[in-house]
């Protein structure tokens, strides 16, 4: 699914990132774009990052 409509980046993009080691929203923004156009994805995309970082922590428990 399309999260950033603007940069065309999808919940793929942000996750895959996240694993790759991007831990913040300024890591997204750098790497994907992300939030960097109209602003619209910013808040579901910060929960994104939040959900996948905290399943990161668990997996890796």
């Known amino acids: 699914m399309y999260v950033c409509v603007c940069k065309a980046v999808s919940d793929k993009d942000i996750k895959d990132a996240i694993l790759g080691g991007a831990e ?5 923004q750098s790497r ?11 808040e579901f995309t910060q929960q994104l990052i939040n959900e996948t970082l905290a399943e990161k922590l668990t997996y890796s428990a």
């Open 24 to 28: 913040d929203w300024s890591s997204i």
């Open 32 to 42: 994907l774009g992300a939030g960097t156009g109209c602003g619209v994805c910013q």
